[in-house]
């Protein structure tokens, strides 16, 4: 079932590319029938999931592929993947139903979407550590398309430093996949089986190494401040659809892999050198959010809010690794936490730049102080960016909150001054966001967007489920969290 | 049922959002709303119920109607009833929105009220925040009052920062934040707890250095300054300290931090009150001097006098509001200078008198009481706390009384263009009664009541304190007579610029401004040109590194990887690693079949991009037969070879990214 999912869209993009002849309307309705699979793939895997499998993964598929090299094609899912998975699917249904600039070229820009698709479905569900990596970079090749061909402004550069810049980061997180596959004994690929083993327990050189490559290498992804610097030009350049999912799925790559990989194959490591890197956190904390302020560009803007918010992930998932064995309660608060996290920001931020995409279709510009009192001419729109943005500022009964708390929580229990400086990330992102719906929204309305268009049906369709499922998480979050917990407690329970 | 509370305000917002086409069903809509809101307040008060609500992940929220709760759920909705009132007959533009966001701030408090542990104080608490940002920028098509309700909501939410780390300390330390474990903390979390209270508070209920964000909060309607002054958001601050300090033992230093507080913005709060010449900001200043009284009877022990105090308040505050609002409609203006209503609008004159003779502290009103028995706290703990008490009530005597003269007294025009509506003047005789009814506080036996309904004690005065009181008034009346014989009272004979100064919070918005605010921004505006210089500069490393790299790789691997170097697609590598089990037969079909899904891509995106891709896909196209070729040569059967090839491959991908475009 989740090979399918992985590879139904694949056979899409395939299709489509070989189709002949097809207009932008039957391409984008091929596009979504396929894009919908996974998704209910998806569902279907929730409801078959049951979490009672002491942290183990199910529904595992695998196929021996090169079994002398310890390399299989190997899937499932687990607690932190699941949840991850189906907000990909959804985001990924939602990216494509959005309207979109195809520039003529509509089959091959459904085409990388879905490889796009199967790419980071495939990183989620991969219990290979090869074939996550594979994975991994074929994501880059269809966001690089993505970027450079559908853009817009500086496109091209753009693409190149999102590529170059991560390609180089997944050089990093490859060499040390190698490190931990050549101390593995007997040598394999195998997630659960690295989990088994621990392989370079104990420490020392190796490990550290092992562990400073890791971080580089996800830490470029996720992005961390200051292997941050390729993210704002390649949202403020790509197709609004393309940011949803590079804020939406790709960063949470690179977390992902610290929980998958880092946290869970080499924990002692991690524990000892988890005080920097929730450091280096709440630097991106509160330098994220302080260049936030200073932006304006509603997409840099959007931008480096994920800088900010990604610090709050890898807060906690730091301060986790740290107090796995000596405080399991707090590592347990801010590992649930940094996982929902993940999830809520793919919604919010999706939902945001989606939103982006909407003022620049209508303006073409996505400059704050040229606008204004648009909430007269667009309150769908403006109840729309609203709710994103109190979500993303951390409004209680939106889903942004329960995560922060909850990582908050854990983090003052581990590392009670780095939390409280961190904190102040809140205030700014509040002002932040205050200040856009102020210019953007209210106050006069300019002239010249008196006929400003509130959002279509086509937009509202897309946004819908997101914005519900925010509001959904935020008031009950328990459907959630009680997939995330069975996963993480035996996690830290160790 | 105890989320009844939440529930209904809630719902009937949503209603009156659902009828907003008809306007005739607004008035009757917003009053049934907050009477069935009272009615399940008073309900809750009665029968104390609690509620759980599972979180997730080990965590529940949880309501819990005890203390003081028991008190505000009745009082909430009983002063939030006659303000939609007011609301409904006097606003016009946007009124759903308004009557609905009213409903959910009242929602909100309520949840906050009921909260039995702080992570559900802080969701009700937080929201309630959130609703006033939205009804403080109720005109948002004006350009500056949306600036100013962000101003507001940010000045409270610096503050909220104490709560989310009171609440996120107790719940990563103790596991829970219930009430009742707070008094189980020691060492540090105790003090962050108690600090994060104290700050949040401070911030909520405008205590210094806070104090401003209420001129800001003034950009909204009458209405919701009634509101947010009396018993919803400013008195939340109060409210939770009321509940926590004393069960905070742990952090002994909070009581009296709470109490020097309150005491400094109870005088500091009367200056300024004195000294304005704007009505609403008069009765702003006075708020944050009235909490910071009701701070110093939590400080000094007394949560009763302190629950008592915040009902009078409220009862009085929200009346004085709704005259101001009177006075506005009717007059146009709120400059004390030109008001003088009391021939034109005398049931309005009347009542506005009731409320500023409660505000004075004059016997026997019932907020008198609650005044005397904040004194008597403040003299049990200390005499300097006692003498604060007695200064600010001189000062809110002064200025109860110049306020009273100056919109209300006699001397301004015969009659008003625009007379109150009925539902107006229903909403002042409701607040002016209760104002008057709270004279049952002098009866015998009514601290006793006071004290099993607001939870704590109250504690007994000194026998010098009344008639120093008394006194006080009396001289506080002099004073406002004699100013009012000299013409001065308006100006109260001071230099325009020192008025001013001390209006204006005695300057405390432009240090904020100077020392938070402009170095904030500056920061990050320094930060994002920093941040700017650094993308250039990592732009510049990630183009030259890799290229200088693989230029250097594959001179060294010449020989061996040369073709591999150019072959750099995902499944190419794959096929190379792959081709280690296969043999020569299955290798050329796998490579085959690779390089014909690439001449595939490359040429659906020779459509996809003319300039650059196009080119590079090519190249890979015809790089793959090259790689077929030489991969076969490649399978020396050592894993480690393959590794380099793999990493060569992808600084190969760099390369060529980097050069193709």
Same mark, same amino acid.
């Given at each position: 079932m989740l090979s399918t999912a992985i590879f139904v869209p694949l056979l899409g993009a395939l299709a489509l590319l070989l189709a002949p002849r097809l207009d932008e309307r039957s391409a984008r309705r091929l596009a979504l029938a396929v894009a919908a699979v996974p998704l209910a793939l998806m569902v279907v895997a929730w409801l078959a999931?049951? &979490?009672?499998?002491?942290g183990g993964f199910e529904l595992v598929e695998s196929v021996r592929w090169i079994p002398t090299l310890g390399v299989g094609y190997k899937v499932g899912v687990d607690g932190v993947s699941l949840p991850l998975a189906a907000m990909t699917a959804l985001l990924f249904v939602a990216a494509m139903a959005y309207p979109a600039?195809?520039?003529?070229r509509p089959r091959q820009y459904y085409a990388a979407f879905l490889l796009l698709e199967s790419a980071s479905l495939g990183v989620f569900l991969a219990l290979d550590l090869f074939l996550f990596y594979v994975f991994f970079d074929v994501s880059l090749v269809g966001m690089y398309f993505l970027i450079a061909v559908?853009? =817009?402004?500086d496109s091209q550069r753009s693409a190149l430093k999102f590529f170059l810049y991560t390609l180089a980061g997944s050089l990093a997180m490859l060499l040390a996949i190698l490190g931990l596959y050549l101390a593995s004994e007997p040598r394999t690929f195998d997630m659960a089986a690295l989990i088994d083993q621990q392989?370079?327990? &104990?420490?020392g050189l190796r490990a550290g190494l092992v562990f400073l490559a890791f971080t580089v290498g996800l830490g470029v992804k996720t992005p961390i401040v200051p292997f941050h610097t390729w993210l704002p030009p390649a949202h403020v350049d790509a197709p609004a659809p393309a940011s949803a999912i590079l804020a939406g799925v790709l960063l949470k790559m690179g977390t992902y892999g610290f929980i998958r990989i880092v946290l869970s194959m080499m924990p002692d490591t991690f524990a000892r050198y988890a005080l920097p890197l929730a450091v280096v956190a709440v630097v991106s904390i509160v330098y994220g959010a302080l260049v936030a302020l200073a932006q304006t560009n509603l997409k840099r803007l959007v931008a480096y809010t994920s800088v900010n918010h990604m610090g709050y992930v890898i807060l906690g998932v730091a301060a986790a690794a740290a107090a796995s064995s000596s405080d399991p309660d707090a590592a347990r608060l801010a590992i649930n936490g940094a996982t929902l996290e993940m999830v809520a920001h793919g919604l919010i931020t999706g939902a945001l730049f989606l939103l982006a995409g909407s003022v620049w279709s209508r303006?073409?510009?996505?400059?704050?102080?040229?606008?204004? &009192?648009?909430a007269g001419r667009a309150p769908a729109m403006t109840g729309a960016v609203m709710v994103t943005a109190f979500a993303s500022l951390g409004l $209680?009964?939106?889903a942004g909150f329960v995560a922060e708390f909850q990582v908050f929580a854990g983090a003052f229990a581990i590392y009670p001054v780095l939390a409280g400086i961190g904190l102040l990330g809140i205030v700014v992102t509040a002002a932040l966001f205050l200040r856009m719906l102020q210019q953007v929204f209210l106050g006069p309305l300019p002239?010249?967007?008196?006929?400003w268009p509130d959002l279509s049906r086509r937009e509202v369709a897309a946004l819908a489920p997101l914005v519900v499922l925010v509001v959904a998480i935020g008031v009950a979050p328990a459907w959630v969290l009680d997939v995330i917990d069975a996963a993480t407690r035996p996690l830290v329970g160790r | 049922m105890a989320w009844l509370l939440l529930l209904v305000p809630l719902a009937g917002g949503s209603a009156l959002l659902a009828v907003r086409?008809?306007?005739?069903a607004l008035l009757p809509g917003s009053v049934a709303t907050m009477a069935a809101t009272l009615a399940v307040g008073i309900w809750a008060a009665a029968a104390q119920p609690s509620a759980t609500w599972r979180w997730g992940g080990g965590l529940t929220l949880g309501l819990d109607v005890e203390g003081l709760a028991r008190v505000m759920v009745v009082l909430v909705p009983a002063v939030a009833l006659p303000v939609v009132a007011y609301a409904a007959a006097t606003v016009s533009d946007g009124l759903a929105r308004l009557l609905a966001l009213l409903s959910a701030f009242v929602g909100a408090m309520l949840l906050l009220v009921a909260a039995g542990d702080l992570v559900t104080l802080l969701v009700g608490w937080e929201l309630v925040g959130a609703c006033s940002w939205a009804l403080i920028a =109720?005109?948002?098509?004006? @350009?500056e009052r949306p600036r100013l309700a962000g101003q507001a909501l940010l000045t409270t939410r610096t503050g909220d920062l104490g709560l989310v780390a009171a609440a996120a300390v107790a719940v990563g330390v103790a596991g829970t934040a219930d009430y009742e474990t707070l008094a189980s903390l020691r060492g540090w979390p105790a003090q962050v707890v108690a600090g994060g209270l104290v700050l949040a508070a401070a911030a909520k209920s405008a205590q210094?250095?806070?104090?401003?964000w209420l001129f800001s909060a003034m950009a909204g309607p009458t209405p919701v300054s009634a509101l947010l002054h009396s018993a919803t958001m400013v008195a939340a601050g109060a409210y939770v300290l009321d509940r926590t300090v004393p069960l905070?033992?742990? /952090?002994?230093w909070m009581a009296a931090a709470v109490a020097v507080l309150g005491a400094a913005t109870a005088v500091a709060g009367g200056v300024v009150a004195s000294v304005q010449t704007d009505l609403k900001r008069a009765l702003a200043a006075s708020t944050s001097a009235q909490y910071g009284l009701i701070l110093v009877a939590v400080g000094a022990g007394s949560t009763a006098a302190a629950g008592a105090h915040l009902v009078t308040h409220a009862t009085f505050k929200a009346l004085l509001f709704l005259g101001a609002g009177v006075a506005l409609h009717a007059?146009?203006?709120?400059d004390l200078a030109s008001l003088r209503l009391g021939r034109a609008l005398p049931f309005a004159a009347a009542t506005f008198a009731a409320g500023a003779l409660a505000l004075a502290g004059v016997?026997?009103?019932g907020a008198a009481r609650s005044k005397e028995d904040i004194l008597a706290a403040a003299g049990h703990a200390s005499p300097w706390l006692a003498a604060a008490v007695v200064v600010a009530g001189f000062l809110s005597a002064v200025y109860a009384g110049r306020l009273a003269l100056l919109a209300f007294? @006699?001397?301004?025009?015969?009659? /008003? =263009?625009r007379p109150p509506a009925p539902a107006v003047r229903a909403a002042l005789a409701a607040l002016g009664a209760a104002t008057v009814a709270s /004279?049952?506080?002098?009866?015998?036996g009514a601290g006793r009541v006071v004290e099993g309904a607001a939870g704590g004690r109250l504690f007994d005065a000194a026998a010098w304190e009344l008639p120093a009181s008394l006194a006080t008034v009396a001289l506080a009346a002099l004073v406002v007579v004699g100013l009012a014989r000299g013409g001065r009272? $308006?100006?109260?004979?001071? @230099?325009p610029g020192v008025q001013a100064g001390l209006a204006a919070w005695l300057g405390l918005p432009v240090a904020a401004r100077r020392l938070v605010v402009d170095p904030v921004l500056a920061v990050s505006r320094r930060l994002a040109s920093f941040d700017d210089r650094v993308v250039d500069a990592g732009v510049r490393l990630a183009g030259r590194v890799p290229v200088a790299a693989s230029r250097a790789l594959s001179w060294w691997s010449e020989r061996s990887i040369d073709g591999v170097v150019h072959a750099v697609s995902g499944g190419t590598l794959l096929a190379a690693v792959a081709s280690r089990q296969a043999d020569e037969r299955g290798v050329d079909r796998v490579v085959h079949a690779v390089s014909g899904a690439t001449l595939l891509a490359a040429v659906a995106s020779r459509q996809a991009d003319e300039r650059g891709i196009d080119r590079a896909v090519e190249d890979l196209a015809r790089g793959t037969g090259a790689a077929g070729r030489s991969s076969r040569r490649?399978?020396? &059967?050592? /894993?480690h070879q393959y590794y380099v090839i793999v990493a060569a491959g992808l600084v190969a991908t760099v390369a060529v990214a980097a050069l193709g475009r």
């Amino acid at each position: 079932m989740l090979s399918t999912a992985i590879f139904v869209p694949l056979l899409g993009a395939l299709a489509l590319l070989l189709a002949p002849r097809l207009d932008e309307r039957s391409a984008r309705r091929l596009a979504l029938a396929v894009a919908a699979v996974p998704l209910a793939l998806m569902v279907v895997a929730w409801l078959a999931f049951d &979490g009672d499998g002491g942290g183990g993964f199910e529904l595992v598929e695998s196929v021996r592929w090169i079994p002398t090299l310890g390399v299989g094609y190997k899937v499932g899912v687990d607690g932190v993947s699941l949840p991850l998975a189906a907000m990909t699917a959804l985001l990924f249904v939602a990216a494509m139903a959005y309207p979109a600039e195809v520039q003529g070229r509509p089959r091959q820009y459904y085409a990388a979407f879905l490889l796009l698709e199967s790419a980071s479905l495939g990183v989620f569900l991969a219990l290979d550590l090869f074939l996550f990596y594979v994975f991994f970079d074929v994501s880059l090749v269809g966001m690089y398309f993505l970027i450079a061909v559908w853009g =817009h402004g500086d496109s091209q550069r753009s693409a190149l430093k999102f590529f170059l810049y991560t390609l180089a980061g997944s050089l990093a997180m490859l060499l040390a996949i190698l490190g931990l596959y050549l101390a593995s004994e007997p040598r394999t690929f195998d997630m659960a089986a690295l989990i088994d083993q621990q392989p370079l327990r &104990g420490g020392g050189l190796r490990a550290g190494l092992v562990f400073l490559a890791f971080t580089v290498g996800l830490g470029v992804k996720t992005p961390i401040v200051p292997f941050h610097t390729w993210l704002p030009p390649a949202h403020v350049d790509a197709p609004a659809p393309a940011s949803a999912i590079l804020a939406g799925v790709l960063l949470k790559m690179g977390t992902y892999g610290f929980i998958r990989i880092v946290l869970s194959m080499m924990p002692d490591t991690f524990a000892r050198y988890a005080l920097p890197l929730a450091v280096v956190a709440v630097v991106s904390i509160v330098y994220g959010a302080l260049v936030a302020l200073a932006q304006t560009n509603l997409k840099r803007l959007v931008a480096y809010t994920s800088v900010n918010h990604m610090g709050y992930v890898i807060l906690g998932v730091a301060a986790a690794a740290a107090a796995s064995s000596s405080d399991p309660d707090a590592a347990r608060l801010a590992i649930n936490g940094a996982t929902l996290e993940m999830v809520a920001h793919g919604l919010i931020t999706g939902a945001l730049f989606l939103l982006a995409g909407s003022v620049w279709s209508r303006a073409g510009t996505y400059e704050l102080d040229r606008f204004g &009192g648009l909430a007269g001419r667009a309150p769908a729109m403006t109840g729309a960016v609203m709710v994103t943005a109190f979500a993303s500022l951390g409004l $209680p009964g939106l889903a942004g909150f329960v995560a922060e708390f909850q990582v908050f929580a854990g983090a003052f229990a581990i590392y009670p001054v780095l939390a409280g400086i961190g904190l102040l990330g809140i205030v700014v992102t509040a002002a932040l966001f205050l200040r856009m719906l102020q210019q953007v929204f209210l106050g006069p309305l300019p002239e010249r967007w008196a006929a400003w268009p509130d959002l279509s049906r086509r937009e509202v369709a897309a946004l819908a489920p997101l914005v519900v499922l925010v509001v959904a998480i935020g008031v009950a979050p328990a459907w959630v969290l009680d997939v995330i917990d069975a996963a993480t407690r035996p996690l830290v329970g160790r | 049922m105890a989320w009844l509370l939440l529930l209904v305000p809630l719902a009937g917002g949503s209603a009156l959002l659902a009828v907003r086409a008809r306007p005739g069903a607004l008035l009757p809509g917003s009053v049934a709303t907050m009477a069935a809101t009272l009615a399940v307040g008073i309900w809750a008060a009665a029968a104390q119920p609690s509620a759980t609500w599972r979180w997730g992940g080990g965590l529940t929220l949880g309501l819990d109607v005890e203390g003081l709760a028991r008190v505000m759920v009745v009082l909430v909705p009983a002063v939030a009833l006659p303000v939609v009132a007011y609301a409904a007959a006097t606003v016009s533009d946007g009124l759903a929105r308004l009557l609905a966001l009213l409903s959910a701030f009242v929602g909100a408090m309520l949840l906050l009220v009921a909260a039995g542990d702080l992570v559900t104080l802080l969701v009700g608490w937080e929201l309630v925040g959130a609703c006033s940002w939205a009804l403080i920028a =109720h005109d948002w098509r004006d @350009p500056e009052r949306p600036r100013l309700a962000g101003q507001a909501l940010l000045t409270t939410r610096t503050g909220d920062l104490g709560l989310v780390a009171a609440a996120a300390v107790a719940v990563g330390v103790a596991g829970t934040a219930d009430y009742e474990t707070l008094a189980s903390l020691r060492g540090w979390p105790a003090q962050v707890v108690a600090g994060g209270l104290v700050l949040a508070a401070a911030a909520k209920s405008a205590q210094l250095p806070f104090s401003p964000w209420l001129f800001s909060a003034m950009a909204g309607p009458t209405p919701v300054s009634a509101l947010l002054h009396s018993a919803t958001m400013v008195a939340a601050g109060a409210y939770v300290l009321d509940r926590t300090v004393p069960l905070l033992p742990g /952090a002994s230093w909070m009581a009296a931090a709470v109490a020097v507080l309150g005491a400094a913005t109870a005088v500091a709060g009367g200056v300024v009150a004195s000294v304005q010449t704007d009505l609403k900001r008069a009765l702003a200043a006075s708020t944050s001097a009235q909490y910071g009284l009701i701070l110093v009877a939590v400080g000094a022990g007394s949560t009763a006098a302190a629950g008592a105090h915040l009902v009078t308040h409220a009862t009085f505050k929200a009346l004085l509001f709704l005259g101001a609002g009177v006075a506005l409609h009717a007059a146009g203006t709120l400059d004390l200078a030109s008001l003088r209503l009391g021939r034109a609008l005398p049931f309005a004159a009347a009542t506005f008198a009731a409320g500023a003779l409660a505000l004075a502290g004059v016997p026997p009103l019932g907020a008198a009481r609650s005044k005397e028995d904040i004194l008597a706290a403040a003299g049990h703990a200390s005499p300097w706390l006692a003498a604060a008490v007695v200064v600010a009530g001189f000062l809110s005597a002064v200025y109860a009384g110049r306020l009273a003269l100056l919109a209300f007294g @006699p001397g301004g025009p015969a009659a /008003a =263009h625009r007379p109150p509506a009925p539902a107006v003047r229903a909403a002042l005789a409701a607040l002016g009664a209760a104002t008057v009814a709270s /004279a049952v506080l002098w009866l015998p036996g009514a601290g006793r009541v006071v004290e099993g309904a607001a939870g704590g004690r109250l504690f007994d005065a000194a026998a010098w304190e009344l008639p120093a009181s008394l006194a006080t008034v009396a001289l506080a009346a002099l004073v406002v007579v004699g100013l009012a014989r000299g013409g001065r009272l $308006p100006s109260l004979g001071l @230099p325009p610029g020192v008025q001013a100064g001390l209006a204006a919070w005695l300057g405390l918005p432009v240090a904020a401004r100077r020392l938070v605010v402009d170095p904030v921004l500056a920061v990050s505006r320094r930060l994002a040109s920093f941040d700017d210089r650094v993308v250039d500069a990592g732009v510049r490393l990630a183009g030259r590194v890799p290229v200088a790299a693989s230029r250097a790789l594959s001179w060294w691997s010449e020989r061996s990887i040369d073709g591999v170097v150019h072959a750099v697609s995902g499944g190419t590598l794959l096929a190379a690693v792959a081709s280690r089990q296969a043999d020569e037969r299955g290798v050329d079909r796998v490579v085959h079949a690779v390089s014909g899904a690439t001449l595939l891509a490359a040429v659906a995106s020779r459509q996809a991009d003319e300039r650059g891709i196009d080119r590079a896909v090519e190249d890979l196209a015809r790089g793959t037969g090259a790689a077929g070729r030489s991969s076969r040569r490649l399978q020396s &059967g050592l /894993a480690h070879q393959y590794y380099v090839i793999v990493a060569a491959g992808l600084v190969a991908t760099v390369a060529v990214a980097a050069l193709g475009r």
